[in-house]
């Protein structure tokens, strides 16, 4: 299942020889830009620029105010798909629950994380069989399936800088927890299918590999492109948003489309 792990999620950072010791136990959610369920849609692009697969973000309402974050791939022309979910803590967008599977011609796999102060548990099915997994992780972290969400909380200005823990418990390799470092390089025009936008370039390094992602300027904060050096996904229309009980309609949030 090897030829997956470039295609797979964003949020499938590269682990690095990190010590327990060095890891920050910091909280990064700032203000939450969304106030109901909210769907993105955007084109995966290989490391050519080649068109390869979609991609749809969505959040839901939970139960008792927590939220459902969920990434849901399809590569038709390879013939596999895969599903990520995290259900957070309403307000602090620490992570609950997550969960991982693929279908596709290389084999299946399946796995579930529930987490507890400090630590989380994973039951995993893949080709290789079925096994438990525990890690121990610091009392603030968030999971790697959420960081897309989480980073469009951040406190976006110019010069800011955080660094937090993340944890890869529900992916393809070993569960792991890694420090991840976060800074605002500015403001720039993106192109995109969608349209152009105004966003803040976000520059996120994990143990040397840097990824970016361009979230817009207005007060929503919708991830507009993302760059993990593998793939990227382009924002290819508008936003589906729902709140106060509306209806569910184009937010129209950012600029017009391109010609």
């Keep these: 299942m090897r030829i997956l792990l470039a295609l797979l999620a964003p949020a499938l950072l590269v682990a690095a020889c990190t010590s327990e010791d060095s890891l920050t136990s910091a909280a990064i959610v700032g203000e939450i830009p969304w106030t109901g369920p909210e769907t993105a849609e955007y084109r995966v692009l290989d490391s050519d620029d080649d068109p390869v697969g979609t991609l749809e973000l969505s959040i839901e309402e939970e139960p008792a105010g927590a939220w459902r974050f969920s990434q849901s791939f399809d590569f038709p022309g390879r013939g596999f798909m895969n599903e990520a979910e995290v259900v957070v803590d309403g307000s602090t967008l620490q992570p609950e629950s997550s969960s991982f599977e693929i279908v596709g011609p290389d084999g299946n796999f399946d796995c579930t994380a529930e987490y507890t102060t400090g630590r989380v548990n994973m039951h995993r099915i893949g080709e290789d069989g079925e096994r438990d997994d525990t890690l121990t992780i610091p009392n603030i972290?968030?999971?790697?399936?959420?960081?897309?969400?989480?980073?469009?909380?951040?406190?976006?200005?110019?010069?800011?800088?955080?660094?937090?823990?993340?944890?890869?418990?529900?992916?393809?390799?070993?569960?792991?927890?890694?420090?991840?470092?976060?800074?605002?390089?500015?403001?720039?025009?993106?192109?995109?299918?969608?349209?152009?936008?105004?966003?803040?370039?976000?520059?996120?390094?994990?143990?040397?590999?840097?990824?970016?992602?361009?979230?817009?300027?207005?007060?929503?904060?919708?991830?507009?492109?993302?760059?993990?050096?593998?793939?990227?996904?382009?924002?290819?229309?508008?936003?589906?948003?729902?709140?106060?009980?509306?209806?569910?309609?184009?937010?129209?949030?950012?600029?017009?489309?391109?010609?």
């Design 141 to 259: 972290a968030y999971d790697s399936w959420g960081d897309l969400f989480v980073w469009r909380t951040i406190e976006f200005a110019d010069g800011y800088e955080k660094e937090y823990t993340d944890v890869l418990a529900c992916t393809l390799s070993r569960p792991d927890k890694i420090g991840v470092s976060l800074k605002i390089e500015g403001r720039e025009e993106i192109t995109v299918p969608a349209g152009i936008f105004e966003a803040w370039h976000l520059e996120i390094d994990s143990g040397g590999e840097t990824q970016h992602a361009w979230y817009a300027t207005d007060d929503a904060h919708t991830l507009v492109k993302y760059d993990n050096g593998e793939s990227t996904f382009e924002l290819t229309g508008d936003v589906t948003a729902c709140g106060g009980g509306a209806c569910c309609a184009p937010q129209g949030i950012i600029c017009s489309p391109n010609p």
